[in-house]
């Protein structure tokens, strides 16, 4: 598959906003560790502003600064957002109300577990009937996600917006289901080889491989992209940074993704 | 759109087990709802599926265990389907047919259990809890992938409601990108009391088995069940086909988290697209399976938005008062209802209707009639704001 990747974004730890995250991505030695901020989401409505959770702010930032990057309208996107845990905090608050037999479930919590909050919330914010889907590929959900973004934005022949993200899970799910920091990062594929791009993305996948993920070669890279599903986009994110042509593999299951990129 | 043909299917819910069981309870207007008795929950009906309790996994899937796989596992020895997949993976190969599952809510009943059992003092989950395998949304497709021998790439939608209408856009740009020369498309939702005691905190719940289109309809019985189709090209093997997938189309409300726009402008789009994409005109459709799921706004919304792309000559009717809301099943279990009714030549008329809405402007049927539709438009909705019509073609 061909496609012109228009732009890119990321919300990490160090890694504020891509702008700010080139000079890092390119120079790991630069990379200190910190919270992740995620700023309110002024497209929403006061009332979807106060329902939505850290998991739909989260996803919305790096949403909303891809479109920026790119000057493209959201609402005229269609987008693929993909995540293993949702919105844990909802998860593990609803499962606590479920062991007592006469305590009501929130009603707003309810709604925000549904996996698609996000993209419910990204849709709500831009008045947008664009297609938005919701995907759940455990540690897969980069690679299996670009792929699937990838596939619509060929077939249907219109820019996709994807976003990969996910955070740290609270409480006694969270024990199991270890996600020991919050990531995201967006991308908009568009079929269109001839417009502006960041870089031309050649990809190639193949389900007989192992499911390969190409991870940084700095340690403290390699173990954030390690602690979080959205984050094995590090090396590809490292590639895009420096500029160079190049390829990395992102996981699938079954098989594995070769990302080729060719800066422009 | 590269034309797409159904070459295999299969269908569980709480009407029945298999394609026969479940035509026969279509044809004789029998209800599977029952009482709801399920997670401490005593209010409302439910669909039920008996037997998942004492089904049991291949031993050497057994890390999969949850109420979710059991019932897709149950589903999947139906109706030759495993043959049937089998003969696909012998003339593709295994790593050329991928898995595209919705759900909503998996194995979380797993989770509840296991929070019932939790370590209080330490916050800790029993030792025996896998959430992998169970809770996490992508267990189904890894359970259906390894019961089915396949290799090829797995993807789990999960647009609440709307999650196994979605699959099939999904499987449709695999096919078409090359990524996969058939998919298995399908999904299962199983009872849980997150759903059943969510859409309670809605006040959601019908208190009587679910009415959809009724004057008098007063929300949702919860179901549960799973479906699964094979999917592929049209003519590339040698056998004869159950339908064909004509026309998709998908959209979103972008209007509200848990209330359908009352203007149904993200259905209408949903519909519009679908007939498009079938090259089809609304004349053409002789037949609509509608998301209908007995909620006062869901229904209203469905029906203007119907009206509006079809105008009132074109039969209408839910078959969520056979089985209930089966949530992220729903989408695939009505394709295989579709499926049947095209194969029948029987529509089958709203459930426990006394008198239809009578602001409805579009054609509500409220018993069984034979008209031999040729095509069929299946809508599913979901929370979110999330659409997707599909239009499925006789054979």
Known sequence: MHLSLRAVAVRGPGLPCWDAAIPVLRDPALWTDGPVILPPLTALPRNERRRAGPISRLALSVAEEVCAQAGMDPAALSAVFSSSNGDGGVIDSILHTLTAPDVAVSPTQFHNSVHNAAAGYWTIGHGSISPATALGCFDWSFGAGFLNAA???????????????????????????????????????????????????TLTYDASMDDVTDLPADPELRALALANPAARSLAFLMLLALRKAGYVHAGCLNGTLCMETLPC | MIPLVVTAGTVRSAIGAGLAETRESLLDRRSGLTPCDFAGVKTGYMGRVAGIEQHSLPSELLSFDCRNNRLADMTLQQDGFIDAVADARAFYGASRIAVIT????????????????????????????????????????????????????????????????????????????????????????????????????????????????????????????????LLERACARSISPMARMMGFGVSSDGYHMSSPDPAGRGAMAAMTQALNRASLTPRDIGYINLHGTGTLTNDAMEDGAVFKVFGDGTPCSSTKGWTGHTLGASGIIEVLFAIQTLETGVLPGCLNVQTVDPAFRSQIITAN???????????????????????IGAA
């Open chain 2, 102 to 229: 919705g759900t909503s809510t998996s194995g979380i009943l797993s989770s509840e259990e296991a929070y019932a059992r939790r370590n209080i003092a330490s916050g800790t989950m029993p030792a025996d809890f896998q959430e992998e395998y169970t809770q996490d949304l992508f267990s189904l497709p890894r359970y259906v992938a390894a019961a089915l021998g396949l290799t090829g790439p797995l993807l789990t939608v999960s647009n609440a409601c709307a999650s196994s209408s979605r699959a099939f856009i999904d499987a449709w740009h695999w096919i078409a990108a090359g990524l996969c020369d058939a998919v298995v498309v399908g999904g299962a939702d199983s009872l849980c009391g997150m759903t059943l005691r969510g859409f309670a905190s809605l006040s959601l719940i019908a208190s009587g088995p679910t009415r959809p289109c009724d004057a008098m309809r007063d929300g949702i019985s919860v179901g549960e069940g799973a479906g699964f189709v």
């Open chain 2, 369 to 391: 009639e034979n008209t031999a539709p040729r095509a069929i438009l299946s809508n599913a909705f979901g929370f979110g704001g999330t659409n997707c019509s599909l239009v």
């Open chain 1, 151 to 201: 596939a619509e934005a060929v077939t249907e022949n219109h820019p996709v917006l994807f976003v990969a993200y996910d955070m740290p899970i609270p409480g006694p799910i969270g024990t199991v289901r270890v996600t020991p920091v919050s990531f995201a990062c967006a991308f908009i594929l568009d079929p269109d080889l001839n417009g502006p791009a960041v870089a031309r993305l």
